[in-house]
């Protein structure tokens, strides 16, 4: 077997090799791959060449990620794709863990997330659960029109005109949950100009400002009759009225309507309203988070206001050397503190298992309980309460 080597593109020829392999490993129709590749930045792509051919390859998209208030720097791995004939070799597993190395060099972001396919490739190089991506059915005439008092826009299917008019909107409420995206320019065209489909874009404007939009497409389907699905990706507002005020944009679909999906946590505050328990879920599964340097993401993500707590963990890493070791976070005034080494009782972790805890997806006692943490309980709960914080969720997969 040929000596694989993975690194970024040597030219524009092995992007075009690269194509096809996009097309049959992501489902992408044939005529769109073009436009699906021009999307990315050429240095973002890693490729895995085997006999002087590329049989794989993935993006490394620059990102940002907010825990407890704060942005940490992420890498966000998308497209990852293995050739049909080049599957089963390990192919994936060398591109994975060249990938997850050259991230975690210094001066490398100190996160990756990503939504995986199939896991164990992706425990073997340190990604462990970290948070949820549910869509919730819910039937439009459970949903009680309320006025029509705010003015409603129809944004156009732009690019720019998304960041210029939506996107302090969004940072706003990203920063205010745990696991959303600090939305880059790449983030807002995915979501207004798809590559497959189109969606629309509506937003609710008081006294000239963007106080709420949301984004949706239409699926139509036949059961006896013709009508619409709308598929949500975020429903996003600054206050109650122009939360109602887009919810009644919503239900006013109801006479060719049936149901609209959205995204939410694992306890949408959205449902309450709802005069019944109409809802369900019509599709979940979990992103995976990867800490690419241990001291960087415990000093960078924030922490609860008015909490203070210290917790030494002993970490474990097989890629990464500079994760191995002790490390003591002091957590005062929303900020946490590192220093290496340190006494005292440890929570013992692998990098995986402090992936799940980091972003206050599990608490320690639960790590231990299946064996993914280790410690004395006084220690193990100090670990818990530093993270503790509304659970991590995704509006959008990537």
């Excluded at 826009?153 to 690019?159: F, G, H, I, Q, S």
């Excluded at 979940?284 to 210290?310: F, H, K, N, S, T």
Aim: proline fraction near 7%; charge should be neutral; aromatic fraction near 8%.
């Amino acid at each position: 077997m040929s000596a694989r080597r993975v690194g970024p593109p040597d030219d524009d020829a092995e992007l075009e090799e690269l194509a096809p392999i996009l097309v049959d490993s992501l489902n992408v129709p044939p005529e769109r791959a073009g436009d699906l590749r021009a999307r990315y930045d050429r240095t973002w792509f890693r490729l895995v060449r085997e006999g002087g051919r590329v049989v794989g390859g993935l993006a490394l998209v620059p990102a940002g990620q907010f825990f407890g208030g704060r942005r940490v720097d992420l890498a966000a791995v998308n497209a990852v794709a293995v050739a049909q004939e080049a599957r089963g070799r390990g192919v994936a597993r060398d591109l994975l863990t060249a990938a997850v190395r050259g991230l975690g060099a210094p001066g490398g972001p100190p996160l990756a997330a990503l939504f995986p396919a199939t896991q164990p490739l992706y425990r073997r190089v340190g990604f462990e659960q970290a948070g949820t991506y549910t869509e919730y059915r819910v039937p439009l005439t459970a949903i009680a029109p309320g006025p029509h008092d705010l003015d409603v826009e129809r944004l156009p299917a732009d690019t720019e005109v998304a960041c210029d008019r939506l996107g302090a909107l969004y940072r706003r409420h990203a920063a205010r949950r745990a696991g959303w995206l600090d939305r880059t320019p790449w983030f807002w065209q995915r979501l207004v100009q798809p590559t497959v489909g189109s969606r629309s874009t509506y937003a609710v404007v008081s006294a000239g400002e963007v106080c709420g939009y949301v984004s949706f497409r239409r699926r139509w389907d036949v059961d006896g009759h013709s009508y619409t699905t709308l598929h949500c990706q975020e429903i996003v507002a600054d206050h109650p009225a122009a939360l109602r005020r887009l919810w009644t944009l919503l239900a006013d679909e109801r006479s060719l309507g049936r149901s609209v999906v959205f995204t939410g946590p694992p306890a949408p505050a959205e449902l309450l309203p709802l005069v019944e328990q109409k809802q369900e879920v019509a599709f979940q599964m979990r992103w995976m988070l990867r800490l690419l340097d241990v001291e960087a993401a415990l000093a960078a993500r924030g922490y609860l206001p008015g909490l203070e707590r210290e917790v030494t963990f002993e970490v474990t890493d097989d890629l990464l050397e500079r994760n191995c070791g002790r490390f003591t976070l002091s957590v005062a005034g929303g900020r946490g503190q590192v220093t290496r080494d340190g006494g005292g009782p440890a929570v013992r972790v692998d990098v995986r298992g402090l992936a799940a805890l980091y972003s206050g997806y599990l608490p320690a006692e639960e790590l231990a309980r299946v064996g993914m943490a280790d410690g004395a309980d006084p220690a193990l709960a100090a670990a818990t309460a530093a993270f503790a914080g509304a659970p991590p969720w995704l509006p959008e997969i990537f």
